[in-house]
Protein backbone atom coordinates (compact mmCIF):
# COMPACT_ATOMS: atom_id res chain seq x y z
CA UNK A 1 0.00 0.00 0.00
CA UNK A 2 2.51 2.60 0.86
CA UNK A 3 4.51 1.35 -2.55
CA UNK A 4 1.47 2.42 -4.06
CA UNK A 5 1.22 5.60 -2.35
CA UNK A 6 4.97 6.98 -3.30
CA UNK A 7 3.97 5.79 -6.43
CA UNK A 8 1.32 7.57 -7.30
CA UNK A 9 2.61 10.58 -5.75
CA UNK A 10 5.64 10.86 -7.84
CA UNK A 11 3.07 11.08 -10.36
CA UNK A 12 1.41 14.55 -8.72
CA UNK A 13 2.07 17.80 -9.00
CA UNK A 14 3.66 20.25 -6.24
CA UNK A 15 -0.28 21.78 -6.58
CA UNK A 16 -1.22 18.58 -5.50
CA UNK A 17 0.94 17.53 -3.31
CA UNK A 18 0.39 20.54 -1.45
CA UNK A 19 -3.66 20.48 -1.41
CA UNK A 20 -3.16 17.23 0.01
CA UNK A 21 -1.03 18.21 2.48
CA UNK A 22 -3.53 20.45 3.84
CA UNK A 23 -6.01 18.02 3.68
CA UNK A 24 -4.36 15.89 6.21
CA UNK A 25 -3.29 18.74 8.30
CA UNK A 26 -7.31 19.51 8.51
CA UNK A 27 -7.96 15.94 9.06
CA UNK A 28 -5.78 15.87 11.64
CA UNK A 29 -7.53 18.26 13.50
CA UNK A 30 -10.68 16.67 13.41
CA UNK A 31 -8.46 13.36 15.47
CA UNK A 32 -7.20 14.91 18.45
CA UNK A 33 -8.57 12.55 20.91
CA UNK A 34 -6.82 9.61 22.56
CA UNK A 35 -10.05 7.32 21.10
CA UNK A 36 -8.87 8.62 17.30
CA UNK A 37 -5.26 8.75 18.31
CA UNK A 38 -4.28 6.12 15.67
CA UNK A 39 -6.43 7.65 13.16
CA UNK A 40 -4.40 10.89 14.25
CA UNK A 41 -1.01 9.04 13.95
CA UNK A 42 -1.90 7.63 10.43
CA UNK A 43 -2.85 11.20 8.99
CA UNK A 44 0.69 12.18 10.49
CA UNK A 45 2.79 9.45 8.57
CA UNK A 46 0.63 10.58 4.95
CA UNK A 47 2.00 13.77 5.68
CA UNK A 48 5.61 12.75 6.21
CA UNK A 49 5.30 11.12 3.32
CA UNK A 50 4.20 14.16 1.33
CA UNK A 51 6.74 16.09 2.98
CA UNK A 52 9.83 13.48 1.93
CA UNK A 53 8.35 13.91 -1.62
CA UNK A 54 8.13 17.35 -1.91
CA UNK A 55 11.39 17.98 -0.35
CA UNK A 56 12.88 15.46 -3.33
CA UNK A 57 11.54 17.86 -5.70
CA UNK A 58 14.12 19.68 -7.55
CA UNK A 59 11.47 23.00 -8.29
CA UNK A 60 8.43 23.54 -6.26
CA UNK A 61 7.21 26.45 -8.54
CA UNK A 62 3.42 25.64 -6.71
CA UNK A 63 4.90 27.70 -2.98
CA UNK A 64 5.68 30.83 -5.24
CA UNK A 65 2.47 31.10 -6.69
CA UNK A 66 -0.59 33.89 -4.77
CA UNK A 67 -2.57 30.39 -4.10
CA UNK A 68 0.60 28.55 -2.95
CA UNK A 69 1.73 31.01 -0.25
CA UNK A 70 -1.97 30.88 0.68
CA UNK A 71 -2.30 27.33 0.98
CA UNK A 72 0.94 27.06 3.15
CA UNK A 73 0.02 29.95 5.31
CA UNK A 74 -3.70 28.30 6.38
CA UNK A 75 -1.48 24.78 6.57
CA UNK A 76 0.61 26.63 9.05
CA UNK A 77 -2.21 28.20 10.85
CA UNK A 78 -3.39 24.67 11.01
CA UNK A 79 -0.57 22.90 11.94
CA UNK A 80 -0.37 25.17 15.23
CA UNK A 81 -3.48 24.67 16.49
CA UNK A 82 -3.02 20.99 16.00
CA UNK A 83 0.34 21.49 18.13
CA UNK A 84 -1.59 23.23 20.76
CA UNK A 85 -4.27 20.37 20.91
CA UNK A 86 -1.82 17.61 20.88
CA UNK A 87 0.06 19.32 23.50
CA UNK A 88 -3.24 20.11 26.03
CA UNK A 89 -4.42 16.66 25.28
CA UNK A 90 -1.11 15.33 26.16
CA UNK A 91 -0.50 17.76 29.57
CA UNK A 92 -4.39 16.32 30.23
CA UNK A 93 -3.38 12.75 30.23
CA UNK A 94 -0.27 13.51 32.42
CA UNK A 95 -2.45 14.71 34.79
CA UNK A 96 -4.98 11.90 34.82
CA UNK A 97 -2.27 9.44 35.48
CA UNK A 98 -0.84 11.58 38.19
CA UNK A 99 -4.04 11.78 39.71
CA UNK A 100 -4.28 8.13 39.30
CA UNK A 101 -1.15 7.33 41.07
CA UNK A 102 -2.09 9.43 43.87
CA UNK A 103 -4.63 6.78 44.42
CA UNK A 104 -2.37 3.76 44.71
CA UNK A 105 -1.34 4.11 48.27
CA UNK A 106 2.47 4.79 47.66
CA UNK A 107 3.89 6.87 50.06
CA UNK A 108 0.27 6.51 52.16
CA UNK A 109 0.11 6.67 55.39
CA UNK A 110 -2.29 3.95 56.94
CA UNK A 111 -5.15 5.03 58.04
CA UNK A 112 -7.02 3.59 61.52
CA UNK A 113 -10.34 4.34 61.89
CA UNK A 114 -12.12 3.40 65.19
CA UNK A 115 -15.01 2.00 65.48
CA UNK A 116 -17.57 2.05 68.64
CA UNK A 117 -19.21 -1.58 68.57
Do not use: H
Not at 77 to 83: H, L, P
Amino acid sequence: MVVATIQMMKTKSCRQLWLDYGFLTREMKKFISLAEWTILEDLERQRELLQKELGNRELDEFRETQEGRLLISEVLEDQKEVELRVGIMKRNVEQQRQRAGAYDGAGAVPIRVEREV
